[in-house]
Nanobody
């Protein structure tokens, strides 16, 4: 199982970014792909999740209405569109395949991509 996140960068507050997670060689025993983030000194946060079977999406309260997760199965890619970025969104973002459909139990994760929101 391999996952690779990309698309991070340095942006000003209010800007947008789109993260991409390309996954490959993924076995059948996963039920969702999720985006997570971790800032220095803080616990890992589940940002968003998309179920494999029905594409049901879930979001952390902190990003609802600003972030959108989507999946292109043909490209084995999951996207995270991030609009209205705030300084508190600054973190390393990574994607992971999870055993459950709510993205609570990680099966495999990729390296992260840094998102920095600063004026």
């Amino acid at each position: 199982v391999q996952l690779q996140a990309s698309g991070g960068g340095l942006v000003q507050p209010g800007a947008s970014l789109r993260l991409s997670c390309v996954y490959s060689e993924i076995s059948m025993d996963y039920n969702a792909i999720g985006w997570f983030r971790q800032a220095p000194g803080l616990e890992r946060e589940r940002v968003s999740c998309i179920s494999k079977g029905d594409d049901k999406t879930r979001y952390a309260d902190s990003v609802k209405g600003r972030f959108t997760i989507s999946r292109d199965a043909a490209k084995n890619t999951v996207y995270l569109q991030m609009n209205g970025l705030k300084s508190e969104d600054t973190a390393v973002y990574f994607c992971a395949a999870t055993i459950d459909s709510q993205c609570r139990v990680l099966r495999a994760r990729g390296q992260g991509t840094q998102v920095t929101v600063s004026s």
